[in-house]
């Protein structure tokens, strides 16, 4: 986790934190961890060193399978991969190269210089492979980006054998200990030589999976060599379409991850009932997987899918009542399906400009469904129609009969030069379901904009900033549909709160930060009676629970150690489903905990004096001490106004408010037990009349009763919401 290695005893059960790693702070990045034939492990790690004071590299060794760690060197002032790491196979030895200018060895935890280097560029990323034959070793240097070097003098010379192209990726170089000579190398496709890099050949092209799924996929990202059981060698190949292992030095592969291996690297995903058979399903985007089609997602357990068509895709919405399906293609390419439930193909294509080549915007561009969900459109942020550098707000919108095509309306506010820094493209997008005619924009600089007027003008939340972006995703805005001026925003939250409420349409925000690590939030999500609110973070699962205004981690014992990237709710069976970066979805059904205090009644009204009566009954009480009376003007921050005692299960209770403020007024209980353990009623709103604010009483008033307004001139027209702010 970050930096620090963590250890399990018992098959990945319980984990524990490793003792003896020590750091400046949590700058830096893990490298390389060797586990040498005696099960000693080194540990390469990139790090902030305080002398001398710069980037370099600390080197870790392990004598008790990764208990305890000791460090054993440290080259300090160096950039990134300028050290690496090489341990031949199946033996005890360890080799570092330094900057490309020491060659050391390593025995236990001494480190001794084998050769000074010479002839090698400095200061370059670097990698370091080899082959041994008894005591003779060939050792090879990927440095430089693409050129390969080789001593067979013990790092003494080195000769270049070959420049590669295309370049390797991070994986960097491999050298068969199985067959002298043999080199491999990594990018989007697996490249081999046979003459010690002399000449490079191709595995295979990528789309060759496609009509043989033995043949490798695309972007390779790890080569390693093992030995069965019975003594056979053979290569293992990680990619993003699976696992690959090869027994013949690469004469030919097979794909081991076809079953059972149960990974997904999965962006987005949606669950729609399609209304041709009543059958649910689940649409996922992938990486390099497509995008995949599960049948039968209502059903328990593992459940396999259908890839509908192949690439990465990374964002998907419902339309057409949800019957239709958007699903982006990187870079703002957007694919329309009619029909999903059965499509093989897509029905329409549009890619919006501007958001690519020097104007470059996000890998993944925001984009949301309008807020009538009965329309066949979506909301895309950033890019243009027109041409130009900006970054706008666009309505795609397909047409519902063949042949079908998209259409795109930009609206006219150029949001790029209006953000607070003055140059920032839009990283989310939404409209209210409950007042459509209320848009929400943000950028990435933490501007947050607001629309009441169907977007054709826009105001900024004043004195804000809120959370900027990922590296390939943006941030999020999700409206309430039960509160009209309730909105979320969320996205990075390392150096500042992850996630905002607003109360008042964008005006203002809170955070809601409590309980929650420092994490980035990809996407947010509400039950049906917006009591919860889920999250999907980097740091996993998490849901808050707005009657304790606290943040609470749903990881569990069945729970993957994975980035958690997408959220929606299922009421029907009450599930929060996520999707994660590795491990597929994951359905986590919410049950109900018993509370040491059961609710049957809790209330709060306005008097005839202008004060706020609480009433509360309860059932069964178990342990509890006292009720802690609290309020808030925001429904986010809570201060206590007051303390009643408990009577015991089957009472009746009641507390005056003398002085509640103008207009809103929210109120709830924190029910303390004896043992100091509390928890929290749910939330009572009272909106309270001002001197040029009609007075209405009772209030809030029961069903099919009277009520009385005083304090009114004239006529009037009146909106009436229930007690959880819901529109009648």
């Known amino acids: 986790v970050g930096k620090f290695l963590y250890y399990s005893d018992d098959d990945g059960s319980n984990w524990t934190l490793a003792s003896g790693l020590s750091f400046y702070d949590g700058w830096g990045n893990p490298l390389e961890l060797v586990e040498t034939d005696n099960h000693d492990l080194y540990y390469l790690v990139y790090t902030w060193i305080s002398s001398p004071w710069g980037s370099g590299f600390h080197l870790y060794r392990s004598t008790n399978r990764g208990a305890n760690w000791s460090l054993i060197q440290s080259f300090p002032l160096r950039s990134t991969r300028r050290v690496a790491l090489w341990r031949p196979f199946e033996t005890n030895e360890l080799y570092v190269v330094d900057n490309n200018e020491k060659l050391y060895t390593v025995s236990g935890s001494t480190v001794s210089l084998l050769n000074n280097i010479s002839g090698l560029p400095t200061n370059q990323k670097t990698w370091l492979s080899g082959y041994k034959n008894g005591s003779s070793y060939r050792f090879y240097i990927l440095t430089d980006t693409d050129k390969i070097y080789r001593s067979l003098n013990d790092g003494a010379s080195w000769t270049l054998i070959s420049t590669v192209d295309p370049d390797p990726w991070d994986v960097g170089h491999f050298a068969s200990p199985f067959q002298q000579q043999a080199l491999y190398y990594g990018a989007v496709e697996f490249w081999k030589s046979s003459n010690d890099g002399s000449t490079w050949s191709k595995q295979n092209n990528w789309w060759s999976y496609y009509s043989n799924t033995d043949l ?10 093992e030995r069965t059981t019975g003594g056979m060698p053979f290569l293992l190949i990680a990619n993003h379409g699976g696992m690959y292992a090869s027994y013949d030095n690469m004469g030919s592969t097979d794909n081991i991850g076809l079953s059972n291996l149960n990974v997904g690297q999965y962006y987005d995903h949606i669950s729609a009932t399609y209304s041709g058979n009543g059958q649910q399903y689940l649409f996922v985007g992938t990486q390099d997987q497509g995008m995949q089609r599960f049948s039968n997602a209502a059903g328990t357990g593992m459940i396999a899918a259908t890839q509908v068509i192949s690439g990465d895709y ?12 958007w699903e982006e293609y990187p870079y703002g390419t957007y694919h329309y399906y009619f029909n999903p439930f059965v499509a093989s193909g897509t029905s329409a294509q549009y890619s919006v400009d501007g958001v690519d080549g020097e104007n470059r915007q996000l890998w993944i561009v925001p984009s949301n469904p309008v807020g009538i969900p009965s329309e066949n459109a979506i909301l895309v942020g950033g890019g243009t129609t027109t041409g130009d550098d900006g970054s706008y707000l666009i309505k795609l919108t397909a047409t519902s009969s ?28 939404a409209q209210s379901t409950l007042n459509t005619a209320n848009y929400y924009v943000a950028t990435a600089d933490g501007t947050f904009f607001y ?4 977007g054709t003008s826009w105001q ?4 804000f900033n809120g959370p900027g972006n990922g590296f390939l995703y943006g941030t999020c805005i999700l409206p309430s549909r039960i509160h009209p001026n309730r909105v979320f925003f969320s996205g990075s939250g390392y150096s500042n709160p992850g996630v905002y409420m607003s109360t008042d349409g964008g005006v203002t925000f809170n955070p809601l930060s409590t309980g929650i690590p420092a994490t980035y939030f990809t996407e947010l999500e509400l039950d049906d009676t917006e009591s919860m609110l889920f999250a999907a973070t980097d740091a996993g699962p998490y849901v808050y629970i707005f009657s304790q205004a606290q943040w609470y981690s749903l990881n569990g014992a069945n729970t993957p150690l994975q980035t958690f990237k997408s959220v929606e709710y299922l009421p029907a069976t009450n599930t ?14 919410l049950s109900a905990i018993p509370l040491p205090v059961e609710w049957v009644r809790f209330e709060v009204r306005a008097t005839p004096s202008g004060q706020a009566q609480l009433d509360w009954t309860t059932g069964a009480e178990t342990g509890n001490a006292y009720f802690e009376v609290q309020h808030s003007s925001d429904g986010v921050q809570f201060s206590a106004i007051g303390k009643v005692d408990a009577r015991g299960s089957g009472s009746q209770y009641k507390f005056l408010h003398p002085a509640p403020r103008a207009g809103a007024n929210y109120y709830r209980l924190r029910q303390v037990d004896q043992d100091g353990q509390f928890s929290y009623s749910d ?3 009272l909106t309270m009349a001002g001197k040029a604010t009609p007075l209405v009483f009772p209030n809030p008033v029961r069903r099919g009763s009277r009520f009385r307004v005083s304090r009114l001139e004239g006529e009037a027209t009146f909106t009436l919401y229930d007690r959880n702010g819901r529109l009648v």
């Open 314 to 325: 990374v964002k998907m919405h419902l339309s057409r009542s949800y019957q239709s399906l």
């Open 460 to 463: 900024k939340t004043a004195s």
């Open 216 to 225: 490798l996929h695309a972007d390779i990202m790890n080569i390693r060599a």
């Open 576 to 589: 929060a489903r996520f999707a994660t970066y590795g491990r597929g979805v994951w359905d986590l059904q």
């Open 402 to 429: 063949p042949p079908y095509s998209i259409s795109a309306f930009q609206f006219s506010y150029n949001f790029r030069p209006n953000a607070n820094n003055g140059d920032s493209y839009i990283t989310a997008v």
């Open 683 to 685: 939330l009572r709103q």
């Open 451 to 454: 629309s009441q007027d169907n």
